[in-house]
Protein backbone atom coordinates (compact mmCIF):
# COMPACT_ATOMS: atom_id res chain seq x y z
CA UNK A 1 0.00 0.00 0.00
CA UNK A 2 1.54 3.36 -1.00
CA UNK A 3 1.47 6.05 1.76
CA UNK A 4 2.77 9.96 1.39
CA UNK A 5 2.29 11.57 4.26
CA UNK A 6 2.90 15.21 4.61
CA UNK A 7 4.08 17.33 7.42
CA UNK A 8 5.01 21.13 8.17
CA UNK A 9 2.61 22.93 7.37
CA UNK A 10 0.82 25.79 9.37
CA UNK A 11 0.26 29.57 9.92
CA UNK A 12 3.15 31.94 8.33
CA UNK A 13 3.23 35.85 8.29
CA UNK A 14 4.06 37.40 5.07
CA UNK A 15 7.84 37.27 4.10
CA UNK A 16 8.30 34.14 6.78
CA UNK A 17 9.40 30.44 5.92
CA UNK A 18 8.02 26.38 6.09
CA UNK A 19 9.69 23.97 5.26
CA UNK A 20 7.17 20.80 4.33
CA UNK A 21 7.96 17.03 4.20
CA UNK A 22 6.91 14.31 2.87
CA UNK A 23 7.95 10.71 3.66
CA UNK A 24 6.94 8.01 1.16
CA UNK A 25 5.98 4.09 1.98
CA UNK A 26 5.00 1.67 -0.35
CA UNK A 27 6.84 2.29 -3.60
CA UNK A 28 10.91 2.25 -4.80
CA UNK A 29 11.30 6.09 -3.79
CA UNK A 30 14.81 6.28 -5.58
CA UNK A 31 13.24 5.36 -8.86
CA UNK A 32 10.00 7.76 -8.28
CA UNK A 33 9.98 11.36 -9.67
CA UNK A 34 8.22 13.48 -6.66
CA UNK A 35 6.56 16.72 -6.95
CA UNK A 36 4.29 19.20 -4.81
CA UNK A 37 1.01 20.87 -5.80
CA UNK A 38 -1.14 23.26 -4.47
CA UNK A 39 -4.54 23.65 -4.47
CA UNK A 40 -6.18 27.06 -2.83
CA UNK A 41 -10.18 27.44 -2.13
CA UNK A 42 -12.08 28.00 -5.55
CA UNK A 43 -8.97 27.15 -7.64
CA UNK A 44 -7.88 23.95 -9.45
CA UNK A 45 -4.75 21.97 -8.32
CA UNK A 46 -1.83 23.68 -9.81
CA UNK A 47 1.86 22.32 -10.02
CA UNK A 48 4.18 23.95 -7.37
CA UNK A 49 7.67 22.32 -8.19
CA UNK A 50 8.87 18.72 -9.36
CA UNK A 51 12.00 16.53 -8.62
CA UNK A 52 13.31 13.89 -10.92
CA UNK A 53 14.59 10.47 -9.57
CA UNK A 54 17.97 12.09 -10.95
CA UNK A 55 17.65 15.54 -9.05
CA UNK A 56 16.88 17.37 -11.90
CA UNK A 57 14.31 19.91 -10.63
CA UNK A 58 11.35 22.60 -11.76
CA UNK A 59 9.13 25.29 -10.71
CA UNK A 60 5.92 27.10 -11.01
CA UNK A 61 7.07 30.57 -12.34
CA UNK A 62 4.72 31.97 -9.14
CA UNK A 63 7.56 30.44 -7.00
CA UNK A 64 10.88 30.49 -8.86
CA UNK A 65 13.56 31.69 -6.51
CA UNK A 66 11.75 31.48 -3.22
CA UNK A 67 10.90 27.71 -3.15
CA UNK A 68 13.28 24.53 -3.21
CA UNK A 69 12.13 21.12 -3.68
CA UNK A 70 15.01 18.18 -2.65
CA UNK A 71 15.11 14.75 -1.67
CA UNK A 72 16.56 12.47 0.76
CA UNK A 73 16.26 8.73 -0.90
CA UNK A 74 17.56 7.50 2.27
CA UNK A 75 14.76 8.93 4.34
CA UNK A 76 12.42 8.65 1.81
CA UNK A 77 11.80 12.01 2.17
CA UNK A 78 11.32 15.19 -0.37
CA UNK A 79 10.67 18.68 0.80
CA UNK A 80 9.53 21.78 0.11
CA UNK A 81 11.46 24.52 1.79
CA UNK A 82 9.73 27.70 1.28
CA UNK A 83 10.91 31.19 1.61
CA UNK A 84 9.40 34.52 1.35
CA UNK A 85 6.13 33.42 1.96
CA UNK A 86 3.17 35.29 0.40
CA UNK A 87 -0.84 35.54 0.71
CA UNK A 88 -1.19 34.15 -2.51
CA UNK A 89 0.71 31.02 -1.19
CA UNK A 90 -1.94 29.95 1.07
CA UNK A 91 -3.13 26.60 0.24
CA UNK A 92 -3.59 22.69 0.84
CA UNK A 93 -0.36 21.84 -0.46
CA UNK A 94 0.08 17.77 -1.63
CA UNK A 95 3.13 15.69 -2.55
CA UNK A 96 2.73 13.60 -5.31
CA UNK A 97 4.76 9.99 -6.41
CA UNK A 98 4.86 9.10 -9.90
CA UNK A 99 7.01 5.61 -9.89
CA UNK A 100 8.95 5.16 -13.43
CA UNK A 101 9.04 2.25 -14.10
CA UNK A 102 5.79 0.43 -12.81
CA UNK A 103 3.57 3.42 -13.13
CA UNK A 104 1.20 4.98 -11.12
CA UNK A 105 0.20 8.48 -10.03
CA UNK A 106 -0.10 8.47 -6.18
CA UNK A 107 -1.09 11.47 -3.99
CA UNK A 108 -1.07 12.81 -0.07
CA UNK A 109 -3.62 14.10 1.95
CA UNK A 110 -2.44 17.39 2.04
CA UNK A 111 -1.28 20.30 4.37
CA UNK A 112 -2.68 23.13 4.91
CA UNK A 113 -0.08 26.29 4.53
CA UNK A 114 -1.97 29.67 5.66
CA UNK A 115 0.33 32.89 5.15
CA UNK A 116 -1.54 35.55 6.86
CA UNK A 117 -0.76 38.77 9.06
Known amino acids: QVQLVESGGGLVQPGGSLRLSCVAS????????MGWYRQAPGKQRELVATITMDGKTSYADSVKGRFTISRDNAKPTVYLQMNSLKPEDTAVYYC???????????WGQGTQVTVSS
Open 96 to 106: NAKPVWVGGNY
Open 26 to 33: GITFSRSA
